[in-house]
Each structure stands twice: as structure tokens, then as C-alpha cells.
T-cell receptor, first 111, second 116 residues
Framework: SQQGEEDPQALSIQEGENATMNCSYK?????LQWYRQNSGRGLVHLIL?????REKHSGRLRVTLDTSKKSSSLLITASRAADTASYFC???????????FGQGTELSVKP | DAGVIQSPRHEVTEMGQEVTLRCKPI?????LFWYRQTMMRGLELLIY????????DSGMPEDRFSAKMPNASFSTLKIQPSEPRDSAVYFC??????????????FGPGTRLTVT
């Protein structure tokens, strides 16, 4: 069953703007991860936030987690054309390493 | 490290033929995952192994699909016989032992399978 659901499905912004993507999930989690996929490539891990954390930063990325609402958001600040990709959230429900991926948000950053 | 290696990168075959996809995980990783990605169904987990043992194969679509991991550095996903609806990109991913506190998965470049 689908655990993570991203919103929006597609997002188009201008270079320099911020991009926010949201993820909702259904069951309790051990951690939540965000991945990026460039066209024709495999997924690349971006950032992980544990269930006892509320916010985490990595460079231009900021992730928040609200376990009471079962939701997370990924913010990319000062976006660049190279950020154009699909972004997926994935939840780890402590099932022995198994992740459940959402359907992804397709981000387009126009120069 | 070279990362997760998959072969072939592209495979075109006719319906009814046997297809074998190959994966070499990152050395030291004891989890190996097989995923399938399509536009319609997104990214689906097919099966995963821990220490070469299949842990969860509930995502395998049907008996035409089988996966093996004969040793820590090699895994195969076989489709026999293949059907046009099997056309997809198949990804292999690996991750470190959970005890090391690192949970991220490392994906290979994928195999694009087209069944005509």
C-alpha cells in the first residue's frame, strides 16, 4: 500500500525562488527520507529526519516533520535550474530496512 | 566505491523470452532491494534481501518473477516468460546494516526493459 503521498505532483518555479514539497504518510515511522531522481537516473538520497526530530537542514535543503499530522515538507531555497528533478519522500516504518516511496513531485526550475 | 552496478542498462526483448537483470551492491552493504518504476504505478518494491536471504517478496507481481542472491556481491532478477506489461525501469538498491544507524539506500542506474 502507498505510504507516502507527495503534494503537489508537479511544481514549476523560476530560478532563485523557493520550492516547497509536502509528504503525508499513514503509519508510525522510524524515520523519513527524501530522495531526488534526475531524468533517466537512479534515486539519490538527500536527507533523513528521524521520528524524534522536527527540523533538519542540509545546505539549501530544509526538512520538517510533524508526526502528529503524519506529514513532512522539503524546502529548497534559492532554487537553481540544476534542481530540476523528481523528489520522493520515503518512510521507514522499522520493518527491517524496508522503505515505502511516495509518487513523487516533479520540480521544474526555469532559468 | 563504484556504487551499485546494474546490467544491462537497456534490454529489449520479445514477449515470451526470459530476461535476467543483474545487480552488484556496494561492498559492505547487507541489504539489497529490487524496485520497478513505471509512470502508472510509480516506484514499487519487488523484493529485498538481508545477508543474502529474501526477507519480503510480497511485491513480486507473479510467479513469472524470481530473484536470487547467491552471495553478498551479486543478485539477479529473472522474468520468465516476459510480457509487454513488464516493460519498466528496474532499480537495484543497497544499504548498510541497520546496526550502523545509517538507513539511506543507494540506487543503481537502473535497467530499462522493453518487452515487445
Amino acid at each position: 500500500s502507498q505510504q507516502g503521498e507527495e503534494d503537489p505532483q508537479a511544481l514549476s518555479i523560476q530560478e532563485g525562488e523557493n520550492a516547497t514539497m509536502n509528504c503525508s504518510y499513514k503509519t508510525s515511522i522510524n524515520n523519513l527520507q527524501w530522495y531526488r531522481q534526475n531524468s533517466g537516473r537512479g534515486l539519490v538520497h538527500l536527507i533523513l529526519i528521524r521520528s524524534n526530530e522536527r527540523e533538519k537542514h542540509s545546505g539549501r535543503l530544509r526538512v520538517t516533520l510533524d508526526t502528529s499530522k503524519k506529514s513532512s515538507s522539503l524546502l529548497i531555497t534559492a532554487s537553481r535550474a540544476a534542481d530540476t528533478a523528481s523528489y520522493f519522500c520515503a518512510t521507514d516504518s522499522n520493518q527491517g530496512g524496508k522503505l515505502i516511496f511516495g509518487q513523487g513531485t516533479e520540480l521544474s526550475v526555469k532559468p | 566505491d563504484a556504487g551499485v552496478i546494474q546490467s544491462p542498462r537497456h534490454e529489449v526483448t520479445e514477449m515470451g523470452q526470459e530476461v535476467t537483470l543483474r545487480c552488484k551492491p556496494i561492498s559492505g552493504h547487507d541489504y539489497l532491494f529490487w524496485y520497478r518504476q513505471t509512470m502508472m504505478r510509480g516506484l514499487e518494491l519487488l523484493i529485498y534481501f538481508n545477508n543474502n536471504v529474501p526477507i519480503d517478496d510480497s511485491g513480486m507481481p507473479e510467479d513469472r518473477f524470481s530473484a536470487k542472491m547467491p552471495n553478498a556481491s551479486f543478485s539477479t532478477l529473472k522474468i520468465q516468460p516476459s510480457e509487454p506489461r513488464d516493460s519498466a525501469v528496474y532499480f537495484c538498491a543497497s544499504s548498510l546494516p541497520i546496526g550502523q544507524g545509517r538507513y539511506e539506500q543507494y540506487f543503481g542506474p537502473g535497467t530499462r526493459l522493453t518487452v515487445t
